[in-house]
């Protein structure tokens, strides 16, 4: 008989172990599993073949006739004729509009057992519906994302519309090329940002963004009244990219005797004329009794008085201009109404432009002094001293050391300004405003003066502070021979 041996309750210890671990890497994989795929979102179409799915590893989109997982670094877009959104496990909805493409970057349970998400918007625009527990961030750019928390949103590149909020907040941030936040600002339920190039750059430069109501005529659209009445469930939406323009359409009661304006350039009434130039000026003729014309922009929700109109003109012209947020790329609806003495408005005529054009606007061009000895620092016996240079594309006003040249108006691309230094050093700062007031660009030099050698008469008092433009007579100094005050310019125009 063999002895017993003294290892078998180690091989049975062993054997357990073994069993132990395997049990345990099994079951970590099988709740890692499922609660990886608790987090992430399904894929609905409620019409085949419209909600198409690009795998993370795959080269060819393909369409879901049924509920799909979509994977994180997966890409997936809403053909048109159909409702498509993602839909989450805390209940939190994301509707693309018809022609959007997103990708999911990531997709993880938080701990208040909803869903925090990350979307990369590629094309279009989207509806969410958040829950309350969920965060979900949409890099809308390369500079600018949005995060929300709860609530209703309407969001594209071209910009953010908080339509409901559960006061968890939400926030709009701009980036910098390392994906830093340079600057955020918390939106509010019905407030709006219009994401424009123009808009842009002037966030860029003031470090802030351009915060606004959303327009009245938005909670009349279709589209607000459909969504907002069925929270939560899938129906058909309309375009989230199109905007609702201001009226253009006059009650009956308000409605001018006065004829529709004419257009005639780019094209007439009615037309859709394919452009590619990044600045279109569209041109037409009035009715005899038009006190004032009104241009609107459709897409932009941009409606525009044309400042250099005046009673009795017989002509208009309206700048339309990529920079100025008002040529977009595709299709571009403009409806011009003349206006009489009483304020009532004509019938409308309209051109749509369809801007071929680059998507991305040309970079707007900065301010520069020119002369004297081109905008750098100088030292000049005489005076007066003529100061000259360039202005950026969307400057409607130029102001020197605070004072606003008047003759300068939008459209103008140089200025002129006469400088009568009296000190030994004059710093003169040079500022170009957009149409709203805001800062675009400016450029600065020192001009030092020797008063030895001037032909003209310095005054001992202290001299007058109203600075004048080229052209103008100097007032705090005694010309030989003075220059006429010219006629006085009308008003900037768009």
Request: charged share 20%.
């Given at each position: 008989m063999?002895?017993?041996?003294?290892?078998?309750?180690?091989?049975?210890?062993?054997?357990a172990i073994l069993l132990g671990v395997g049990i345990f890497f099994g079951l970590q994989h099988f709740f890692f599993q499922n609660t990886a795929?608790?987090?992430?979102?399904?894929?609905?179409?409620?019409?085949?073949?419209?909600?198409?799915?690009?795998?993370?590893?795959?080269?060819?989109?393909?369409?879901?006739?049924?509920?799909?997982?979509?994977?994180?670094?997966?890409?997936?877009?809403?053909?048109?004729?159909?409702?498509?959104?993602?839909?989450?496990?805390?209940?939190?909805?994301?509707?693309?509009?018809?022609?959007?493409?997103?990708?999911?970057?990531?997709?993880?349970?938080n701990t208040r057992n909803g869903t925090d998400a990350v979307l990369l918007l590629k094309k279009g625009g989207l509806w969410v519906e958040g829950a309350v527990s969920s965060t979900i961030t949409v890099i809308l750019s390369d500079r600018v994302r949005f995060e929300m928390s709860g609530g209703v949103f309407m969001l594209s590149s071209e910009g953010v519309r908080v339509l409901n909020d559960s006061g968890?907040?939400?926030?709009?941030?701009?980036?910098?090329?390392?994906?830093?936040?340079?600057?955020?600002?918390?939106?509010?339920?019905?407030?709006?940002?219009?994401?424009?190039?123009?808009?842009?750059?002037?966030?860029?430069?003031?470090?802030?963004?351009?915060?606004?109501?959303?327009?009245?005529?938005?909670?009349?659209t279709a589209l607000y009244k459909t969504r907002m009445k069925n929270p939560g469930s899938p129906s058909p939406i309309s375009d989230l990219?199109?905007?609702?323009?201001?009226?253009?359409?006059?009650?009956?009661?308000?409605?001018?005797?006065?004829?529709?304006?004419?257009i005639t350039s780019p094209g007439k009434n009615g037309e859709t004329v394919s452009v590619k130039g990044a600045r279109q000026e569209i041109s037409g003729t009035v009715p005899v009794g038009t006190a004032k014309i009104m241009v609107t922009h459709k897409e932009s929700q941009d409606e525009h008085e044309l400042a250099q109109f005046q009673p009795g003109d017989t002509s208009w012209k309206y700048i339309a201009h990529a920079l100025y947020g008002n040529l977009l790329p595709g299709t571009n609806t403009y409806t011009v109404v003349a206006i009489d003495k009483e304020g009532k408005k004509s019938l409308g005529a309209s051109l749509?432009?369809?801007?071929?054009?680059?998507?991305?606007?040309?970079v707007a061009s900065a301010l520069r002094i020119t002369t004297p000895n081109n905008g750098n620092d100088t030292t000049v016996s005489k005076v007066p001293v003529t100061l000259t240079g360039t202005a950026p594309e969307l400057a409607a006003y130029i102001e020197v050391n605070d004072y606003r040249l008047q003759k300068f108006k939008l459209g103008d691309t140089s200025w002129s300004?006469?400088?009568?230094?009296?000190?030994?050093?004059t710093v003169y700062t040079v500022r170009a405003l957009d149409k709203n007031g805001r800062f675009l660009s400016s450029d600065k030099m020192t001009i030092t003066f020797t008063a030895g050698n001037s032909p003209v008469a310095i005054p001992t008092a202290k001299p007058s502070t109203k600075p004048t433009e080229a052209t103008t007579p100097a007032p705090t100094v005694v010309v030989p021979k003075p220059v006429a005050t010219p006629a006085p310019t009308p008003a900037p125009t768009s």
């Open positions: 063999s002895e017993p041996t003294h290892w078998a309750p180690f091989l049975w210890g062993g054997a795929e608790a987090s992430l979102p399904k894929l609905y179409s409620e019409q085949l073949s419209r909600g198409e799915i690009l795998p993370r590893d795959g080269t060819t989109w393909m369409y879901r006739d049924k509920p799909v997982d979509v994977w994180e670094s997966d890409s997936v877009r809403s053909l048109f004729g159909t409702t498509v959104y993602l839909s989450f496990v805390d209940g939190s909805l994301v509707y693309l509009d018809q022609g959007a493409e997103l990708t999911l970057q990531s997709s993880k349970k968890s907040g939400s926030t709009l941030s701009y980036l910098g090329t390392n994906g830093e936040v340079m600057f955020s600002k918390r939106l509010s339920i019905g407030q709006e940002v219009i994401l424009s190039p123009q808009n842009l750059i002037v966030a860029e430069q003031t470090s802030a963004f351009t915060v606004t109501p959303i327009s009245p005529d938005f909670y009349e990219s199109a905007s609702p323009s201001p009226s253009s359409s006059p009650t009956p009661t308000d409605l001018s005797s006065l004829p529709a304006p004419t749509v432009l369809d801007y071929t054009g680059d998507a991305a606007a040309p300004y006469i400088a009568t230094p009296t000190d030994k050093k």
